[in-house]
C-alpha cells in the first residue's frame, strides 16, 4: 500500500480492501500520512472476493487499473480472478499460494474433503487432481502388478495455475518470480497477468 502511495505520477484514485478491523486501522494510519491524497484513497473492509467482484461489475470502458491479489493463503477464489479478467481493463499481480496448495496435495492423494472444496475454488474446476496426480505401474521380481499414485512438484503447479490464467487474461507473463522461506521453499507465486488485448503488450514487457 505504501508503494502504492508513493508511485509518482500517483493513481487517480487508490481502493484498499482488508477483511481484518486491526489491519485496516494500520490502512488508516498509513493514509494519515499522506493528506494530499486524502480524497483519492478509499479503505474498505470487508471480504476482497467480494468485493472485487461488484467493482469488476461496473463498466470498466474507457477505465483502467492495476490490480494487486495478497492473499496470506488460499482466499482468492478463482471466480474472483475470473471478474478481474472479464473487465478487459485491470492488469493483475497476484500471489498465489504454492506452498499452500503443495501442502494440501497428500503423498497418497487422499485429500480431505474440506481441502478438495478449497482447491476447487481456489482453481476454479476439479480436473487438478488428474494434472497433479499420476498413476505409475510396475512389476515386481514375481511379476506382480502394482499400481502407485505419484504426487506431481510445485513446477507442475506452477503451469497449471500459469495455464488456467492464460485461459482468461489477454496476457500472462511467462516468467513469474518464485518466494521463498529461509529454508528455500517456495511460498507464493508472484504472477503478472495483462487484462486489455491492446494495450497488454507493454506491461507485459515491464512485467
Not at 79 to 107: C, H, S, Y
Request: charged share 25%.
Amino acid at each position: 500500500a505504501r508503494v502504492a502511495l508513493q508511485c509518482n505520477p500517483p493513481f487517480d484514485s487508490y481502493v484498499f480492501i482488508e477483511k481484518s478491523q486491526a489491519r485496516c486501522q494500520e490502512l488508516e494510519r498509513l493514509v494519515s500520512g499522506f493528506p494530499q491524497m486524502a480524497k483519492k484513497i478509499s479503505i474498505q473492509r470487508g471480504d476482497a472476493n467480494k468485493q472485487i467482484q461488484i467493482m469488476c461489475e461496473k463498466n470498466w470502458k474507457g477505465h483502467r487499473a492495476v490490480l494487486f491479489l495478497d492473499p496470506y493463503g488460499t482466499q482468492v477464489r478463482w471466480k474472483t480472478i475470473e471478474a478481474i479478467a472479464a473487465t478487459k481493463a485491470i492488469d493483475l499481480w497476484v500471489l498465489f499460494p504454492l506452498g499452500g496448495v503443495n501442502r494440501m496435495l497428500t503423498q497418497s492423494g487422499d485429500i480431505p474433503p474440506e481441502w478438495r472444496q478449497c482447491l476447487d475454488e481456489l482453481l476454479g474446476t476439479t480436473d487438478w487432481y488428474d494434472e497433479f496426480y499420476r498413476i505409475e505401474s510396475s512389476s515386481t521380481l514375481f511379476e506382480e502388478h502394482v499400481e502407485r499414485v505419484v504426487k506431481s512438484g510445485t513446477k507442475v503447479i506452477s503451469d497449471y495455475f500459469l495455464r488456467r490464467l492464460r485461459g482468461c487474461f489477454a496476457g500472462v507473463a511467462p516468467n513469474p518470480a518464485v518466494l521463498r522461506n529461509s529454508r528455500n521453499s517456495p511460498l507464493y507465486l508472484f504472477c503478472f497477468a495483462a487484462g486489455n488485448p491492446k494495450g497488454a503488450p507493454i506491461p507485459m514487457d515491464i512485467a
